[in-house]
């Protein structure tokens, strides 16, 4: 039992501290100073101490030092003053709280848990079994911590009269007890009471049985050999001798009827003993054997020979049961039955389980089943091969199979499978009918929802649309949907298996297109039955819903690439309008250098929280965990941005007019126009030297002039550009918020020209479009220019690098010629370039100043247009320049040609 | 210091050429003072970064390690870091004494225009041609940015902090000044592509150069103009603009070669600065002397407002 090492020990408590030898003995604290305080050092005082009392509060009172201070009702309307219930617990303080307080509120072993309510049989049988384990007594500190909550099963057995300490089991007659075999008395286990009562054992009182103890099967771990029992602490205790007989099979019994209170049989003397003790040194007893001898006549000679009269019947339950398996014993605890329970008249017979028949090797648990072979179809083919064919698995009928089920096929087309001539007479009920009578069915059932009943001139928006029935109005959602559609957007074939049916899908969407709301009905096979007809008429319309044409369902998301500003003007997503309103009136501020109100926007922006604490600041909005514009950020070109069209469009119409044309100020002659028209002598005079250098350049540059391609250019890039532009602002204009109209009015009313008063034209059209014509030809102008520019610069560029390479210092030239690469991809106000680049183009000033500064200036439009080229215009557009380019030079390369496709642009704004 | 207390007479401006240094590296694309002014750096385009001293002139050391050419640099408060921002969308944060990188930021898709330190050089914002402002911590080791302000529509030109505030300028033609401690963004349309923000020294105004050739001066808290500076050219390349140590006068580059100064009251133009033929690139006012450093081509200029007795100032002008 004594473990060698330190480490497995638990220790408790607080250890003392090492004894010094030569430090001299503290002196021990006198009496009075043998204080009791509590844990923070205060004195505790001890009242009534007869009683045992204990202080609480102050002086055992409610106050404190400072008086006692009721609380104050506080209520308010805002703030209705909270019931208060008052718990016990509001009324102790920490000690009450404590170890040994009044409501301890520390972890401890609650009741369940403590030994003081166990199972008395689990003990006994926990400390049997205690005994056969290698260290006696191991258990017994499982005992401590065992939970004894009795089960469900032992309440139900309380209930049916069961007490503890009984055994479980209708009730029996006491035996005589029966004399053991070998002559010796062995009480048999709970013989306290068959020793006492056995004297007295009326024929009509019957007992409880007595208690089984549960046997405890566990694995033997020891190396001790079978029959080794270490140090019995009770005999050691009582100093008992070795027990007279071995029963092999129930090794323990003895030592249980103890545990049992077995009755002792002459006190034997003190001292310890066991199979591994030897005899201590006092002991007197000489006689006594030291070690363990063993003779046969301890042990049995016949195998069951003695009845187990006792209530063992963990260990010879069979026996037992076997014998005693009576019906009608087991009615005897009928009436201990559980109220609404009866016992069974007949014993439940096991059901016998079959086990599945073996499944053959071959089996495949999917079955095919082999297609019909239509033989009759097979026209020359001899019967010996269609009955081939029969039994083949059919792969001439493949496409037969394709159609899909048989319930896909229609009526006729079972027939054609089937071999069958069409049916001659009427094929639907409605052609029995007289022509008027049909015609008044058919009207009847379009005004029952169907079809609107009267041919109404087509309205067709979305928001006109009156909700009618189901059907009616998926078919009114496919007319809105394929009306004016393309016929060549038609590619998907739905019905692609069923020619037929094919074909009168696309008569009926070719109808759609039309426009004709009855084509649905005038394109369906009026051979079919009028089930099948319903069904393909529900077909077709969920069909042309479904794949119904792009163009119409994203024309609300997408708008088209227009070629001109009328079309702009006419259609298109009209979402811009008053955010560029905002933009124009910002831009008109600026030209009129009113900055301040009108020029700035102030948002709520809450900055990350590690950034605030980086720069020592509190942050300003401590409760978000928000970062970034409050404004829900939108991607640029995002298709989402055009989701909301339609609300916004609504939401945020009634407080200002409708813009003017909707330009975007990237769009330059506008600007220009703009500028011009305006009376500011400063903005005048800018553009009047714009002019004055464009057409300086027009002059110095060649004459070669290319309408057709400027024109084309012009069609192909103003969309783009004004598309990026708008989507641009359209997302800018999320994010401010408008000025009140009061504002504006304040500002432009003085101001005496048209187009920067946006309050004043209102919706007037006519002036709009009066006023983009004049727009559209100086934009012609430009593209002229740039088209002369683009020509000068690729004269100009070769010379340059050349100029470069032939530079004399290598680092500049490594330098310089970095530097060219990098402005080929450079965006934005671009680094001036290095010394030799300089140079080169200084010794040339004299030839062409103007030129040069032209091909390197670039501004915010050009870099706009570059930006925007880049991400919206895809490579086409740079394919057509570079196509352009090549007309003038073959030799330059695609990056020479970018660049000089940003020079264009550079000369298009200014 | 060679130079005398400021008078209180007319402040004078930075009109003699103190020295010419040539950087030997490639294009100087930004000059930049250190915080006390004793030192300058030099972007240049072959990839290096390099630290002069400002009153000797020499070569301190030459920092490494950028895959294209430099556009930006700073440095920090107590001297002992730089970063720089470089075309290769990659900032460096430098260790001044070793030369050795001690972080290389990435995260910016287009190459980064410019880069500054906040005071206690706790954060380092940079902006890029991809739009985006990127606050990044020095403490943390982490790569990912702080926050990304991403309320530019097109390049960040510029950017300057000042002590809980920030102003960018982006080509979009909008000034953005985000408020740290009110939690607010200011968005002032200028219109014209902004080169180069600026906040004055007594952090009330804010100067922004454009592409139209002007520098407007600005109330910081209503956006209205206080001034506008024109004459000088500006009209593709991104130029620095900035204002004098005491506020008095407010510098610009031009593209004709000159440094334009103005008085910032009057506006009018009081000293046109002959610095080259060449663009004059970038410039930086010293923090607290009357001292300006100009980049042209491959070269810095240190200018003063009294010829330098003892040195060989002009020894290598142009």
């Not at chain 2, 910032?264 to 600065?273: A, D, I, Q």
């Amino acid at each position: 039992m004594a473990s060698d090492s330190e480490e497995d020990f638990v220790s408790y408590g607080v250890p003392l501290e090492p004894l010094e030898e030569d430090e001299p003995r503290k002196k021990p604290v006198p009496l009075h100073d043998q204080t009791v305080k509590d844990e923070k050092g205060r004195f505790q005082r001890f009242h009534g101490a007869f009683t045992g009392g204990f202080s609480a509060g102050y002086f055992n009172t409610v106050g404190t030092k400072e008086g006692w201070a009721p609380s104050t009702f506080v209520s308010s309307r805002e703030q209705k003053s909270e019931k208060q219930n008052a718990r016990p617990e509001d009324f102790m303080d920490e000690e009450d709280f404590g170890e040994h307080g009044i409501a301890p509120s520390q972890i401890s072993t609650s009741q369940e848990f403590t030994s003081s309510r166990r199972d008395k049989t689990r003990e006994t049988a926990r400390a049997v079994n205690a005994q056969s384990a290698l260290i006696p007594g191991d258990t017994t500190l499982k005992q401590l911590i065992a939970p004894t909550r009795s089960s469900v099963g032992v309440e139900l057995l309380r209930r049916m009269g069961w007490r503890e300490g009984q055994g479980v089991g209708p009730r029996v007659k006491r035996k005589p007890r029966r004399q053991l075999t070998d002559g010796s008395l062995l009480p048999p286990a709970g013989s306290e009471e068959s020793d006492d009562d056995d004297e007295f054992a009326p024929e009509n009182v019957t007992f409880a049985p007595k208690d089984v103890t549960p046997v405890d099967f566990r694995p033997r771990l020891g190396v001790q050999g079978l029959g080794y029992r270490g140090l019995d602490p009770g005999r050691a205790l009582q100093g008992r001798a070795a027990p007279d007989h071995i029963d092999l099979f129930r090794p323990q019994s003895e030592a249980r009827s103890r545990l049992f209170g077995g009755a002792e049989r002459g006190a034997r003397r003190g001292g310890v003993a066991g199979q591994a003790f030897g005899i201590g040194a006092l002991e007197d007893d000489d006689d006594e054997e030291v070690y363990h001898r063993d003779s046969m006549s301890r042990y049995d000679t016949v195998l069951g020979g003695e009845e187990p009269g006792d209530g063992l019947y963990g260990w010879t339950a069979p026996q037992q049961y076997t014998k005693k398996r009576d019906k009608s014993k087991d009615a005897a605890y009928l009436g201990k039955i559980l109220e609404g329970f009866t016992l069974a008249q007949k014993t439940q017979e096991l059901k016998t389980i079959f086990p599945p028949p073996s499944l053959p090797r071959d089996f495949r648990p999917v079955h095919r089943f082999r297609p019909a072979v239509d033989v009759s179809h097979l026209s020359g083919v001899s019967p010996a091969l269609a009955q081939a064919l029969r039994a083949s698995r059919g792969h001439m009928v493949t496409e037969e199979l394709q159609q899909g089920g048989r319930h896909q096929l229609d009526s006729g087309q079972r027939r054609a499978l089937l071999g069958e001539d069409a049916l001659q007479g009427p094929s639907s009920v409605l052609e029995l009918l007289k022509p008027e009578d049909r015609e008044r069915l058919l009207s009847l059932r379009a005004s029952a929802g169907v079809l609107p009943p009267n041919p109404t001139p087509p309205t067709f928006s979305h928001d006109a649309l009156r909700p009618p029935a189901a059907g009616g109005g998926l078919q009114q959602e496919a007319l809105t949907a394929w009306r004016g559609a393309q016929a060549s957007n038609q590619t998907f074939k739905p019905f692609d298996k069923n020619p037929s049916k094919q074909a009168r899908y696309e008569l009926y969407v070719n109808r759609l297109k039309q426009g004709d709301k009855d084509g649905l009905e005038q394109s369906l096979d009026p051979g079919m039955t009028e089930w099948e007809r319903s069904r393909e008429r529900d077909e077709f319309v969920r069909a042309s819903i479904l794949y119904r044409p792009s163009s119409s369902f994203l024309s609300s998301r997408f708008t088209r690439a227009k070629s001109g500003e009328e079309e702009e003007k006419e259609e298109g997503v009209e979402v811009s309008k008053d955010h560029e309103v905002v933009v124009d009136d910002q831009q008109a501020a600026v030209n009129m250098k009113m900055f301040g109100k009108l020029t700035r926007e102030t948002f709520e922006w809450h900055p990350d929280k590690l950034l605030c604490k980086r720069f020592n600041i509190p942050d300003p909005y401590p409760g978000s965990g928000f970062v970034g514009l409050h404004k829900v950020k939108r991607d640029k070109f995002s298709v989402f941005n055009f989701l909301t069209v339609t609300e916004s469009r609504d939401s945020a119409a009634p407080p200002k007019p409708p813009d003017l044309g909707r330009r975007s100020r990237w769009d330059v002659s506008q600007q220009k126009k703009e500028e011009q028209k305006q009376s500011d002598p400063l903005t005048e005079l800018l553009s009047a030297a714009r002019n004055q250098t464009e057409s300086r350049a027009d002059l110095t540059s060649g004459t070669e002039r290319r309408p057709a391609e400027t024109e084309a250019e012009r069609k192909s890039e103003d969309p783009d550009e004004k598309k990026a532009g708008g989507e641009e602002e359209e997302e800018e204009q999320e994010e401010e918020s408008r000025l009140p109209l009061d504002l504006f009015k304040a500002i432009f009313a003085s101001s005496s020209d048209e187009s920067s008063s946006s309050s004043e034209e209102e919706t007037n059209e006519e002036e709009q479009e009066g006023r983009e014509e004049p727009e559209v030809k100086a934009e012609t102008q430009l593209f002229n220019i740039s088209s002369f520019s683009s020509s000068i610069t690729s004269s100009i560029t070769p010379s340059i690098t050349s100029s470069i390479t032939s530079s004399t210092s290598s680092q500049q030239q490594h330098a310089s010629s970095q530097s060219v690469k990098q402005e080929e991809e450079e965006f934005g106000p671009k680094l001036p370039p290095p010394a030799a680049l300089v140079r080169g183009r200084a010794s040339r000033e004299e030839k062409g100043s103007q030129r040069s500064k032209d091909k390197k200036h670039k501004d915010k439009k050009q870099h706009k247009h570059k930006k925007e080229k880049k991400k919206k215009k895809g490579k086409k557009q740079k394919h057509k320049e570079k196509r352009k380019e090549d007309s003038d030079e073959d030799t330059v390369s695609t990056q020479e040609l970018l660049r000089r496709l940003k020079n264009v642009k550079s000369r298009e704004t200014w | 210091m060679s130079f005398p207390e400021p008078r209180p007479q007319a402040p004078q401006l930075p009109q003699h050429l103190l020295r010419s240094i040539d950087c030997q590296q490639g294009a100087v694309r930004a000059v930049r003072f250190n915080a006390d002014g004793n030192y300058l750096l030099s972007c240049g385009s072959d990839k290096s970064l390099k630290l002069w001293s400002v009153s000797r002139g020499t070569l301190l050391k030459t920092y490494s390690g950028h895959g294209y050419e430099v556009l930006d640099a700073d440095g920090s408060y107590d001297n002992s870091q730089l970063c720089s921002c470089s075309s290769d969308k990659t900032l460096i944060l430098w260790d001044v004494a070793t030369g050795q990188v001690t972080r290389k930021l990435r995260g910016h898709a287009g190459k980064v225009n410019c880069v500054q330190f906040n005071e206690e050089a706790s954060v380092i914002f940079s902006g890029s041609l991809d739009g985006s402002v990127r606050c990044w911590d020095t403490r943390s080791r982490r790569f990912e940015p702080i926050q990304i302000l991403d309320e530019a529509r097109d390049s960040v030109s510029s950017l300057k902090v000042a002590q809980h505030e920030l102003l960018t300028g982006c080509v979009d033609g909008r000034v953005r000044r985000y408020d740290l401690r009110m939690g607010q963004l200011h968005v002032d349309f200028i219109s014209s592509p902004i080169t180069c923000v600026c906040f004055s020294q007594d952090g009330q105004c804010t100067l922004s150069s454009s592409l139209d050739s002007t520098v407007r001066l600005l109330d910081k808290s209503t956006g209205e103009m206080l001034g506008e500076y024109t004459g000088h050219k500006m009209k593709g390349y991104k130029l620095d603009c900035c204002l004098s140590s005491k506020d008095t006068h407010v510098l610009s580059c031009s593209e004709d070669g000159h440094v334009y100064c103005w008085d910032l009251v009057e506006g009018s133009l009081t000293l046109k600065l002959p610095v080259g033929k060449a663009v004059v690139q970038s410039l930086s006012f010293h923090p607290t002397e009357t001292r300006l450093l100009t980049a042209m081509e491959g070269r810095v200029q240190v200018w003063g407002a009294e010829p330098e007795e003892e040195g060989d100032g002009d020894a290598m002008a142009m």
